[in-house]
């Protein structure tokens, strides 16, 4: 089975970067898409950007594009999000998340989900 590790969350002051990553483990991730969303306290879990299986995909929410990218690397199975010019809004619990192809920004489409890396921006 699939299982999918989040890691690199902490804090950061605003204007600053963090880059976040997806292990996978188990099956192999080549033959699947993967999407970053995001939580914040008493808000819903939004879609943040999503890559299809080959990398050639990719979409963002409007509120980060231009400051987050989204790529993988399918020899190490692992995905990233390159999160720079953050803001104190972008603070949330981060989750990655799989589906066999490619599955959008929609949280309802993926199967399998990592544990969650906490992203905390403040000065």
């Known amino acids: 089975q699939l299982q999918l590790v989040e890691s690199g969350g902490g804090l950061m002051q605003p204007g600053g970067s963090l880059r976040l990553s997806c292990a996978a483990s188990?099956?192999?991730?080549?033959?699947?898409?993967v999407g970053w969303f995001r939580q914040a306290p008493g808000k819903e879990r939004e879609g943040v950007s999503c890559?299809?299986?080959?990398?050639?995909?990719?979409n963002y929410a409007d509120s980060v594009k231009g400051r987050f990218t989204i790529s993988r690397d399918n020899a190490k199975n692992t995905v990233y999000l390159q999160m720079n010019s953050l803001k104190r809004e972008d603070t949330a619990e981060y989750y990655c998340?799989?589906?066999?192809?490619?599955?959008?920004?929609?949280?309802?489409?993926?199967?399998?989900w990592g544990q969650g890396t906490q992203v905390t921006v403040s000065s």
């Open positions: 890559i299809s299986f080959s990398g050639e995909r990719t």
């Open positions: 998340a799989a589906v066999p192809w490619e599955g959008g920004l929609d949280p309802a489409a993926y199967d399998y």
């Open positions: 188990g099956v192999t991730l080549h033959y699947y898409g």
